[in-house]
């Protein structure tokens, strides 16, 4: 089996759909030798933020001198960025020889009917902690697909640190219609004694799991933003003139400037923070500039990531936000980083995410808006031509984004935004020579 028949084997498996459950996932995993038993992990979970603060503990990791693997999901441009290590994505052939030795057992059980069909995140997920394990990891960083409690990841031994960044309304219809809900099937994630670190802040949320923190005998660190210091609050966090502060126990973290743009970032650094102190304090060898260095060394393309394209002078801004919390968040670090502008803006949605949630809080960014349908999984363009018409936003429809995005460049002055957004998928149809100065950070 080669590359191409072993993406074209996990594309076979999304007819499947989305199946939440871990019997039939530890059975393949059995079957293969249990590959996720190779490794020590640290497991993410959240609405908002849980990539970005992946990569920022995974890079610090790297810093320190351990051999780091990091789990991402979904992908932007490259399907092998979902799988790394020491920050390298999985080689062509590595991916293609571990789908080539998971095949026959996926097989193997679909014609068993206590187990059923494989989906394609469980495969992905298996080759994942196979590689791994293949290489030598010493620590994993594994990002959660959906969820938690149900979600393939969750089949780890008790992780070192388990972190739940933030809360938000997103995938109700798998994960509940209240933040308690989303918030105890995220907090699924959390075993007996292990600690956990959390941004949330929500009181319905930060409740829920406080509660289940309780029943696992989980030590529980907040992390809050300095000006919102509570008693026992864990690490603090703030920026002024000379960057990102945070203040964790004994480590100061003063003037960080982080590579990742965006105000909403400081948060994700500072939960990231956390959990890698809760690492050292167990023993992990990670020096305090191994930590400074790698919070501000981070990558990760599409987070409200800022290109600065030469020919002719544009400003093109890049941002994977897609559900209501993100719009939010997206709306301020736009006012932060363009204060008094208005941006020209593309948009597309997947089919499951809601336009009418997602462009009320960009409304007063918007001079004018392109939208348009990602390849796949589309949400249909005349649901945002609506939502558009009912803001009272200058929009129009377009075949495709890269032709959206061609207009909106067009129409834009040297530094006047260009925002494209709406999804992962959106974002990920940026076209050349965009995609090239975005991967190269």
């Keep these: ?58 890079s610090a990791l790297r810093e320190a001198g351990y051999r780091t693997g990091c789990y991402l999901s979904p992908h932007l441009f490259d399907f092998r960025e979902r799988i790394q290590v020491n920050g390298a994505l999985i080689p062509p052939e590595a991916f293609a020889r571990q789908v080539e030795r998971l095949k026959p057992v996926v097989e193997e059980l679909a014609q068993d009917e206590r187990y059923g069909q494989t989906t394609e995140f469980e495969l992905i997920t298996a080759a994942a902690f196979g590689h791994f394990a293949e290489e030598g990891v010493e620590v994993a960083v594994l990002e959660v697909g959906l969820g938690g409690r149900l979600d393939a990841t969750n089949v780890i031994p008790p992780p070192l640190v388990a972190v739940v960044t933030s809360i938000g309304l997103d995938h109700q219809e798998v994960l509940g219609h209240s933040l308690r809900q989303i918030a105890l099937e995220k907090a699924g994630i959390l075993k007996p004694g292990v600690p956990v670190v959390t941004g949330v802040t929500q009181p319905e949320a930060l409740e829920a799991i406080e509660e289940v923190a309780r029943q696992q005998g989980c030590p529980l660190y907040k992390v809050e933003p300095a000006a919102e210091r509570r008693a026992d609050g864990y690490a603090y966090y703030a920026s002024d003139a000379r960057g990102l502060s945070i203040w964790l126990p004994e480590v100061p973290l003063i003037g960080l400037r982080l590579a990742l743009q965006g105000h909403f970032q400081h948060a994700n650094a500072a939960v990231a923070a956390a959990a890698l102190n809760l690492l050292r304090k167990q023993g992990l060898a990670i020096p305090e500039e191994a930590l400074r260095r790698g919070l501000e060394q981070a990558r990760l393309p599409g987070r409200f990531q ?49 336009p009418a949630e997602f462009l009320p809080p960009l409304k007063e960014h918007v001079e004018r808006l392109w939208v348009s349908q990602p390849r796949t999984s589309p949400r249909p363009v005349e649901e945002l031509l609506e939502v558009a018409h009912r803001l009272s936003l200058r929009v129009q429809a377009m075949p495709s984004i890269p032709e959206a995005l061609e207009q909106a460049l067009e129409h834009a002055t040297p530094d006047q935004p260009v925002v494209l957004t709406g999804s992962l998928l959106t974002v990920g149809e940026l076209p050349e020579p965009y995609r090239s100065l975005a991967l190269r950070g």
């Design 1 to 58: 089996m080669n590359y191409g028949e072993a993406l074209d084997y996990s594309a076979s498996l999304l007819k499947f759909g989305i199946r939440l459950g871990l019997e039939r996932f530890r059975e393949l995993l059995r079957r293969v030798g249990d590959p996720h038993t190779a490794f020590r992990a640290v497991h993410v979970a959240g609405t908002n933020g849980k990539g970005s603060t992946t990569v920022f503990i995974a």
């Design 306 to 354: 800022v290109l600065r394209i030469e020919h002719p002078p544009r400003t093109l801004v890049l941002d994977v936000a897609h559900n209501q919390d993100g719009a939010r968040v997206l709306a301020e670090a736009l006012q932060h980083a363009f204060p008094g502008q208005k941006g020209l803006f593309v948009v597309g949605m997947k089919a499951n995410h809601d």
